[in-house]
């Protein structure tokens, strides 16, 4: 049996994924992200897979539907039967990834039982660069690693962030920071803000290499010949391991 396969069977044990075709799966996502689930239809995958590629080659602010819809050749209306508008989109977009890597720190530590090492491996895949998942054919998740660093931010400064707050648009990143919360919990109990380190670590993790691209005077990171995101590892998990043991 390929390890493919194997890899395949052991993920469809965990909550948040069903298998859709023999070697593709779906990411269970909050019904109010859409319209209509465009995992769930080939135009809807189109629109996903595309908007991706739009979003990381134009920026948000550049990217409209009306461009969507003249790139997939397809009318601007049905767009909106997926998505109500392109901000919604983004937010989709957003906490699939936060779904798809709490699917993979899942499958990555589940046969370790130390707090510790599941918590290096958490930092590890969120500080790490972003490969090509085959179980998810529509998603180039190495664009949206980048989309993630350029504008994740978007999707919650905004007005009507409580209101999009109270129908669980963030439940995504809430998920995996308080999976990872419990891992600090486990490891210092009497530690005083698991959930604040947690998210400040989950935005960390991406502003770092933002900076390092583009405000390169704000950190430290990629200034060396090491891996930039080899040395984002390390600073992240300096600072959590630091701190929790500094509470003691």
């Not at 997939?72 to 901000?87: G, Q």
């Not at 906490?95 to 290096?120: H, M, V």
């Not at 405000?215 to 060396?224: A, D, F, Q, R, V």
């Amino acid at each position: 049996m390929s390890r493919l396969v194997l890899q395949l069977l052991m993920i469809v044990l965990l909550s948040k994924i069903e298998v859709v075709i023999m070697t593709a799966l779906k990411l269970h996502m909050n019904n109010n992200l859409y319209v209509r689930d465009p995992q769930d239809t080939e135009l809807g995958r189109k629109i996903l897979e595309v908007s991706i590629e739009m979003i990381d080659e134009l920026g948000f602010e550049k990217f409209t539907f009306r461009k969507l819809a003249a790139r997939i050749e397809s009318a601007e209306p049905s767009i909106y039967r997926y998505f109500e508008n392109k901000h919604r989109l983004l937010v989709y977009l957003i906490a699939w990834y936060w779904n798809w890597l709490e699917y993979r720190i899942d499958f990555s530590t589940q046969n370790i039982t130390e707090p510790g090492e599941k918590l290096k491996i958490a930092i590890e895949l969120l500080a790490q660069r972003k490969p090509k998942d085959p179980l998810f054919a529509s998603i180039d998740e190495a664009a949206l690693y980048r989309i993630v660093i350029a504008e994740s931010d978007k999707t919650y400064l905004t007005k009507q962030v409580d209101d999009d707050n109270k129908e669980g648009l963030f439940l995504g990143f809430k998920s995996l920071c308080k999976k990872i919360a419990g891992y600090v919990q486990l490891i210092n109990p009497k530690y005083e803000f698991p959930h604040t380190l947690v998210s400040t670590l989950m935005q960390m993790a991406h502003q770092q290499l933002f900076f390092s691209d583009h405000l390169p005077s704000l950190t430290e990171i990629g200034k060396t010949s090491e891996n930039k995101y080899e040395m984002n590892k390390r600073f992240l998990t300096d600072m959590v391991f630091k701190t929790i043991d500094a509470s003691e």
